[in-house]
């Protein structure tokens, strides 16, 4: 590690306080080039032990950058992983307040909730759908604290991968004969198709996510626990929303995810 804990703390409460006034701010390596990847997950560690300190509810974990789409989009390339906010959980048909929000995006992405923990190295495909409990259709609603949606790799881990709100489909299914490699995906906005994508766009198979993120945190000496909800990574780029939008995405065997942007 190149940051001392002080420094660590610092960015941590600078990071969630521009989360929390919903005010953008520049991306943390200008000042600090030389934090590596593990003062980047030390940071997104404090900003989940500050809401945990304050009673929030950390609920699921999330993948990023786990699709051509997104890579292409964000022009950094490897996966990354982060935590999901129980506060900031919604139901499909939920309507979500963009005036706590800087520049909102969302992105249609495949959950998986386990029912066994699941710790690399190792994990396997196989492995993961063994131990899914089901999967759900949900869309994560990402936005960066970053200026203009401009950072790298380091500089957005510790930002918890732009991690903000999630909403979540009403049908669990186990994946014993779902395909989901070929699972389509539609996402409408104001019912307009935005974008497109499949099951497969999320590293060759939405589970090979689940099993990548069990190798980063065994990498770590940590775990996904069973029973909360796991997020794969977004299948399409994220499309930009705004007050007044509406968003509806179809899954493919999984129903339908839809929210309104006030
Ligand atoms: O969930 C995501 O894919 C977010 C990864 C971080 C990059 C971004 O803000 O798009
Ligand atoms: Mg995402």
Same mark, same amino acid.
């Given at each position: ?26 991306? /943390?390596?200008?000042?600090? @080039? ?13 900003? =989940?032990?500050?809401?945990?300190? *304050? ?12 699709? @051509?789409?997104? /890579? =292409? ?7 990354? %992983?982060?935590? !999901? ?18 520049? @909102? ?10 029912? *066994? @923990? ?10 993961? !759908?063994?131990?899914?409990? %089901? ?7 990402? &936005? ?20 903000? *709100?999630?909403?979540?489909? &009403?049908?669990? =299914? ?6 989901? *490699? ?20 999320? !590293? ?18 940590? #775990? ?33 995810? #839809?929210?309104?942007?006030?």
């Amino acid at each position: 590690m190149q940051l001392d804990q002080a420094t660590i703390a610092a960015l941590a409460e600078h990071l969630e306080n521009a989360e929390l006034n919903a005010t953008a701010v520049s991306k /943390i390596t200008d000042k600090h @080039p030389d934090m590596d990847w593990e003062d980047a997950y030390a940071i997104q560690d404090a900003i =989940r032990a500050r809401k945990e300190q *304050r009673g929030t509810p950390v609920s699921g974990l999330k993948m990023g950058l786990t699709s @051509p789409a997104k /890579i =292409r989009q964000m022009g950094v390339k490897e996966p990354i %992983y982060g935590f !999901l906010n129980g506060l900031h959980a919604y139901r499909t048909g939920a309507t979500i307040d963009t005036s706590s929000l800087i520049h @909102p995006k969302v992105e249609a992405e495949i959950g998986f909730v386990l029912n *066994r @923990p699941l710790k690399g190295p190792g994990c396997h495909i196989g492995e993961v !759908l063994a131990a899914t409990d %089901y999967v759900v259709a949900t869309v994560e609603v990402i &936005d960066s604290r970053y200026e203009n949606f401009k950072f790298d790799l380091k500089s957005v881990i510790a930002d918890n991968t732009s991690a903000a *709100r999630y909403v979540v489909g &009403d049908q669990y =299914r186990q994946v014993g004969g779902l395909d989901l *490699r070929n699972l389509g995906i539609v996402l409408r906005k104001n019912g307009d198709v935005a974008t497109v994508a499949s099951g497969a766009a999320v !590293l060759g198979h939405p589970a090979a996510s689940v099993a990548m993120l069990a190798n980063m945190l065994g990498a770590r000496g940590k #775990e996904i626990p069973a029973g909360v909800l796991i997020m794969t990574g977004g299948a399409t780029e994220a499309i930009a929303v705004e007050k007044g939008d509406r968003i509806m995405v179809d899954y493919q065997w999984l129903g339908s995810v #839809e929210m309104q942007f006030s």
